[in-house]
């Protein structure tokens, strides 16, 4: 890879501080944010993005993921977020947007495709960059996530052969799926983030 082909920001201290604070989460969760770490240093390979944001992104974006429900509840609220009636039904979907705004109001990171690609990290949105795409796919691709859920096997495939927005629509027909067959409760944005990949697949938008 060409490495003059991004402009190169200086992140150095922002990853140090996100380095500090995953110390404080459970091992099991360090382990997955370290193996999605390498994933997302293997897709900005194949898809020839920026490394340095992705990994970034990646690094923080389970920073909230280990907080209790009603905590996170509390903590969106306080940094500002409104939190729909989905999210008040299952505030682990706050952990993403929570660590965008930290990310912003505390962790000193205002660049938006880094900021997006956590806040948007577990359902998608429509129309996100593609640090957010591959720091989506790095998450769900996590080899010891494809090993519990063979179903992941394509999304991974698919991802590493450079077809990374394929690879969600992938990912979100089967969460979906997967969500609704469950008489679980589907977040609206990964349908509406589903339905927008589609409309571009089909020079619809
Ligand atoms: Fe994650």
Not at 129 to 150: N, Y
Not at 165 to 180: K, T
């Amino acid at each position: 890879m060409n490495p003059g082909a991004f402009a190169q920001p200086d992140f150095s201290a922002e990853i140090e501080a996100i380095e500090s604070r995953l110390l404080d989460l459970p091992e099991g969760l360090q382990d997955h944010v370290q193996r999605s770490r390498d994933v997302g240093a293997d897709l900005c390979e194949v898809h020839r993005v920026d490394p340095e944001r992705v990994d970034l992104a990646i690094a923080a974006h389970d920073l909230y993921r280990a907080v209790d429900p009603e905590e996170l509840l509390a903590e969106a609220t306080r940094r500002g977020w409104e939190p729909d009636v989905v999210e008040r039904a299952d505030p682990m979907l706050l952990h993403g947007p929570v660590a965008g705004l930290w990310l912003m109001q505390e962790g000193g990171v205002d660049d938006p495709s880094i900021v997006e690609a956590v806040t948007w990290h577990t359902t998608y949105a429509p129309s996100v960059g593609p640090v957010a795409t591959l720091t989506f796919l790095a998450d769900k691709i996590d080899p010891r996530k494809v090993e519990k859920r063979p179903w992941l096997e394509d999304v991974r495939d698919l991802a590493y052969r450079g077809r990374a927005e394929i690879a969600v629509e992938r990912y979100l027909e089967n969460l979906l799926l997967h969500l609704i067959s469950d008489d679980a409760i589907a977040h609206p944005r990964a349908l509406d983030a589903l339905n927008y990949l589609r409309l571009g697949r089909r020079g619809l938008l």
